[in-house]
């Protein structure tokens, strides 16, 4: 079964939130933090992972993060708050083995 993945990402100061939608997390991840493309992430520098949704099906994933990019930004760092209080990188650790 493929999982896709719901996922904001920050810069180093918090003050910016990506959130996007894969069906890779790791190497989207990868690819943020590598600035593998001119893009969003790159421009302003969101390198961390601060919260991420698992699901089975892609479409439910889209709409997810549809419903997510119409909130406004206190929700979006509530939701963040309730599972990573401190904004850590939750992909420290990971090992990103892409060439």
Excluded at 11 to 22: A, D, E, L, P, S
Excluded at 37 to 53: A, G, P
Excluded at 66 to 79: I, P, V, W
């Amino acid at each position: 079964m493929i999982k896709s993945h719901v996922y904001f990402m920050s810069n180093k100061n918090n003050t910016v939130i990506y959130i996007g939608v894969t069906r890779n997390l790791l190497k989207r991840v990868y690819q943020h933090k590598t600035k593998a493309s001119i893009s969003f992430t790159s421009t302003y520098n969101c390198s961390k992972l601060v919260y991420f949704e698992e699901y089975t099906d892609i479409s439910l994933a889209i709409t997810r993060e549809k419903q997510l990019k119409a909130g406004n930004r206190k929700r979006k760092e509530d939701l963040i708050n309730s599972k990573n209080p401190d904004w850590e990188d939750l992909s420290k650790g990971w090992l990103f083995q892409f060439k």
